[in-house]
């Protein structure tokens, strides 16, 4: 069973850093392509960004581009999503996605429950 | 960057009727990289249709999807109490993947 568990989500304060973490189970991780999905409070989904199955090309919404940084660690079957100089704009729950394939042109076939961040002073 | 639109916002209809959601792109999708998602409150998006008309694994074939290049649908042929929800597409075929801002299905 495909499981994915988004973790280190919370409160920051403007200008600040998060490192987001997904812990995966369930299928080969580094054969396939992983995303982060985001959700402002009461809105639509939010591509952020997508890393291929060996983390060698890395994908960036440009509302993100130079401000988050997508990575991936196949030997513990982990994608990571590090936030920083967070804006009010950023609020949001972050969806780890799995993709169907090894490169991102595939759909995102399995989701985790996602984490809260809120960016607040 | 393609943009989706979804149409209507709001689809209010009762169980057992046929529910007809619309996604509209500014530009064709390629190979027909086209998905849609259901999302109830409070949980996550659920992988429906894929390839503009597969549908994903477990899916009831009550839900079924078609168009290709810049119009699609996804039909659920009878709404069951369970799907009503909001429902996205989204293109996979270009870079930023892009979504549609959403319809939901009320009960009415």
């Known amino acids: 069973e495909v499981q994915l568990l988004e973790s280190g989500g919370g409160l920051v304060q403007p200008g600040g850093s998060l490192r987001l973490s997904c812990a995966a189970s369930g299928f080969t991780f580094s054969s396939y392509a992983m995303s982060w999905v985001r959700q402002a409070p009461g809105k639509g989904l939010e591509w952020v960004s997508a890393i291929i199955g060996s983390g060698g090309t890395t994908y960036y919404a440009d509302s993100v581009k130079g401000q988050f940084t997508i990575s991936r660690d196949n030997s513990k079957n982990t994608l990571y999503l590090q936030m920083n100089s967070l804006r009010a704009e950023d609020t949001a729950v972050y969806y780890c996605?799995?993709?169907?394939?090894?490169?991102?042109?595939?759909?995102?076939?399995?989701w985790g429950q996602g984490t809260l961040v809120t960016v607040s002073s | 960057e393609i943009v989706l639109t979804q149409s209507p916002g709001t689809l209010s209809l009762s169980p057992g009727e046929r529910a007809t959601l619309s996604c509209r792109a500014s530009q064709s999708i390629s190979s027909s990289y086209l998905a849609w998602y259901q999302q109830k409150p409070g949980q996550a998006p659920r992988l429906l249709i894929y390839g503009a008309s597969s549908r994903a694994t477990g899916i009831p074939d009550r839900f079924s999807g078609s168009g290709s290049g810049t119009d699609f649908i996804l039909t659920i042929s009878r709404l069951e109490p369970e799907d009503f929800a909001v429902y996205y597409c989204?293109?996979?075929?270009?870079?930023?993947?892009?979504f549609g801002q959403g319809t939901k299905v009320e009960i009415k």
């Open positions: 989204q293109q996979y075929g270009s870079s930023p993947r892009t």
């Open positions: 996605a799995k993709v169907g394939g090894w490169t991102p042109n595939a759909p995102f076939d399995y």
